[in-house]
């Protein structure tokens, strides 16, 4: 999967899930500086990524990811390495 891609899915939870405007997905938005996600709502973005992505984020990688670029690289990995 495209890094494009994963950063659309990315976008599209974060407008569907928590009303975000999508003009304020940057690629440096920081989730809690910038879009003021809460732990609780980070928590379930990072449930969604896990479903939409087929992945498992440890809770240990998950507190590193703090700009929604971050998250696309650590998916894109963790996706490649599932290939």
Do not use: C, H, W
């Not at 996600?37 to 939409?52: C, T």
């Not at 440890?58 to 998250?71: G, V």
């Amino acid at each position: 999967m495209p890094k494009e891609e994963i950063q659309k899915t990315i976008t599209s939870i974060l407008v569907e899930k928590l009303g975000i405007a999508s003009s304020e997905v940057t690629a440096d938005a920081s989730f809690i500086k910038d879009l003021g996600i809460d732990s609780l709502d980070y928590a379930e973005l990072v449930m969604e990524f896990e479903q939409n992505f087929n992945i498992r984020i440890p809770d240990m990688d998950a507190e590193k990811l703090s700009t929604i670029n971050q998250a696309v690289k650590y998916i894109d990995e963790k996706i490649q390495s599932a290939e």
